[in-house]
């Protein structure tokens, strides 16, 4: 029997979190391993554990598993999280798409220079508010249900909670026209696995601070000027 | 009309579906036409590659829009990443198992995409595949493949390499 899948990352959100928030609400125990120095991400290349010279990395079932969108996937496929059939599939993975697209202005964020950081915040909040946030209101509005797809708790879900909850970070009135997602919020937050997650003392980072930017900055010698999305 | 749940396109519809999100669009067609592998496990190598590659094509999707002044270094950039980290994963894994295909001795996702990657990456550095043997012999079999042969044949729905009139027309419809 295998053991734990172990998480190869920053001590901090970026690509890992997603992974993080879908094993807890799995209920799978995980371990990690943080990278702090050059020499640590160095020795991972030279070790050939990174197919593309990248992280996140996770051991899992015996693969050195990469590319943050195929771990999810196996991770949703292997704890039954990924819908019952190829249709509930899509509707996962197009949904997934969104709060990915949504948290990619959000991952960036902690990298920018402080006036586009204003201008950043600013744009995150129009997107969550026109283009995102609407979307999923109105799925739940039209089917009713407690969960985004198939009447069964998935991926999708757990994907839309971490989302809320990072735009909450930047504006925490932001679900006031929502009614639905408010409702979807709390449900999500009283799930066992996620509850216990939510809680201090788990695995769940904090918001990225100046000292995870530098840790990233020094381990990869990358994203020293990043520009707005 | 509400047909673009992201209001953004790709947008296929197929299915009864009105489908959004390349990856989601691409995934579903991959299961549906079983070229997405046997088991999980084959899933997750085809999903691994399938991502690395779309990396690599993104900076290609993105290079027309450069502006003029970035447009040589995002082309060392490209060269880089394909030379350096994304084809020689690619020549291992075929060297390494010797056979046709990316992924479990059978045609799937993985090998279009790829073969879709080189070809790309082609256009800009004609030479690229020159110390790749394996992707070499890769493309040559692919390019074969009788489905993928009618694909490259003129008055195929493949589209021909970003002009400026696409750039124009990208443009002023999203009027960024």
Not at chain 1, 63 to 88: F, H, P
Not at chain 1, 134 to 155: I, T
Not at chain 2, 38 to 46: G, M, Q, S, V
Request: net charge neutral; charged share 25%; proline share 6%.
């Amino acid at each position: 029997m295998p053991g734990k899948p172990k998480l190869y990352y920053f001590d901090g959100r970026g690509k890992m979190e997603s992974i993080r928030w879908l094993l807890a609400a799995a209920g799978v125990e995980f371990e990690e391993e943080f990278l702090e120095t050059r020499e640590q991400y160095e020795k991972l290349l030279q070790g050939g554990s990174l197919l593309f010279q990248q992280v996140p990395m996770v051991e899992i079932d015996g693969m050195r598993m990469v590319q943050t969108r195929a771990i999810l996937s196996y991770i949703a496929a292997k704890y039954n999280l990924y819908g019952k059939d190829l249709k509930e599939r899509a509707l996962i993975d197009m949904y997934v798409g969104g709060t990915d697209d949504l948290m990619g202005f959000i991952m960036i964020f902690p990298f920018l220079s402080p006036e586009d950081k204003e201008k950043q915040r600013a744009s995150i909040i129009q997107k969550a508010t026109s283009r995102y946030f609407p979307a999923y209101e109105k799925v739940l509005k039209d089917h009713g249900q407690d969960f985004l797809v198939g009447n069964n708790f998935s991926w999708a879900d757990v994907h839309l909670l971490e989302a809320i909850l990072m735009v909450e970070e930047k504006k925490s009135d932001v679900l006031s026209d929502f009614p639905q997602l408010q409702k979807f919020k709390a449900r999500m937050s009283n799930i066992h696995t996620i509850k216990k997650f939510l809680e201090p003392g788990s695995q769940r980072k904090p918001v990225p601070d100046d000292k995870y930017v530098e840790t990233v900055r020094r381990v990869l010698r990358m994203y020293y000027d990043v520009k707005p999305n | 009309d509400g047909l673009l749940l992201f209001q953004q396109v790709p947008l296929v519809e197929i299915d009864g579906m009105k489908m959004v999100q390349t990856r989601a669009i691409l995934s579903y067609i991959a299961g549906k036409y079983n070229l997405y592998g046997k088991d999980l496990k084959e899933r997750a190598l085809i999903d691994m590659y399938v991502e690395g590659i779309s990396d690599l094509m993104q900076m290609i999707l993105m290079f027309p829009f450069s502006p003029l002044d970035v447009k040589e270094k995002n082309l060392d950039s490209i060269k880089e990443m394909a030379t350096n980290r994304y084809f020689p994963v690619f020549e291992k894994v075929l060297k390494q198992h010797g056979q046709d295909f990316l992924v479990g001795n059978k045609f799937s996702w993985a090998d279009v995409q790829l073969i879709e990657a080189i070809l790309a990456v082609e256009e800009k550095i004609p030479a690229v595949l020159s110390g790749f043997p394996q992707l070499q012999a890769f493309k040559t079999k692919m390019s074969n493949m009788p489905t993928i042969k009618k694909f490259l044949q003129p008055g195929s729905p493949r589209k021909p390499p970003p002009d400026d009139h696409y750039v124009e027309t990208v443009l002023k419809v999203f009027k960024k």
